[in-house]
T-cell receptor
Framework: GAVVSQHPSWVICKSGTSVKIECRSL??????MFWYRQFPKQSLMLMAT?????????EQGVEKDKFLINHASLTLSTLTVTSAHPEDSSFYIC???????????FGSGTQLSVL | GQSLEQPSEVTAVEGAIVQINCTYQ??????LSWYQQHDGGAPTFLSY??LDGLEETGRFSSFLSRSDSYGYLLLQELQMKDSASYFC????????????WGAGTKLIIKP
């Protein structure tokens, strides 16, 4: 099946620093990727839809200047958490669909801890 | 508004059968999916129903009734490795075909 690779798996950083998370589709081209955030024991919350070659679409309440998304190629989308603060600590997961498919393939997720 | 409801927790015994229900309220229903997520891991796709009826994939089956806005995931011959959270998610035409997620059901399996 299709594979979505995400790294890093774990990030611990100091408050005020920026963190970049990469998401790659390894064996298919993804014109659209989705970035989710998940707090412990809670559901997935869609943050933004990343579109190759154009601006990301952010969900209501998600600060686009804080969570920068770049989708420069058909296989790579990046999420940068700028000036991270402890409240940004969370599990971030990317996903993508194979064109024409219904199934969402997820990356392995990134656990971000901001001290 | 759009919402999905599923039980927060279900407990079952190894080898038994368990059913996890999901009711939804959306304006532009397109299809119902189920995902499994183990603690610390990412969700993995289990099944998708766009039409009424039962879809079977090995030990797992999923059912949909569009007229009742209801679906369920049926897990048979439960194994300890099935202990996980299970999410139903509806693809909604009126939300740009995005997935709307349920809160998840934690399945606890006892030996």
């Amino acid at each position: 099946g299709a594979v979505v690779s995400q790294h890093p798996s774990w990030v611990i950083c100091k408050s005020g620093t920026s963190v970049k998370i990469e998401c790659r589709s390894l064996d298919f081209q993804a014109t659209t990727m989705f970035w989710y955030r998940q707090f412990p024991k809670q559901s997935l919350m869609l943050m933004a839809t990343s579109n190759e070659g154009s601006k990301a679409t952010y969900e209501q309440g998600v600060e686009k200047d804080k969570f920068l998304i770049n989708h420069a190629s058909l296989t790579l989308s990046t999420l940068t958490v700028t000036s991270a603060h402890p409240e940004d600590s969370s599990f971030y997961i990317c996903s993508a669909r194979v064109p024409g498919g219904e199934k969402l393939f997820f990356g392995s997720g990134t656990q971000l801890s901001v001290l | 508004g759009q919402s999905l409801e599923q039980p927060s927790e279900v407990t079952a015994v190894e080898g038994a059968i368990v059913q996890i229900n999901c009711t939804y309220q959306t304006s532009g229903f397109y299809g119902l999916s189920w995902y499994q997520q183990h603690d610390g891991g990412a969700p993995t796709f289990l099944s998708y129903n766009a039409l009424d009826g039962l879809e079977e994939t090995g030990r797992f089956s999923s059912f949909l009734s569009r007229s009742d806005s209801y679906g369920y995931l049926l897990l048979q011959e439960l194994q300890m490795k099935d202990s996980a959270s299970y999410f139903c998610a509806v693809r909604d035409m009126d939300s740009n075909y995005q997935l709307i997620w349920g809160a998840g059901t934690k399945l606890i399996i006892k030996p």
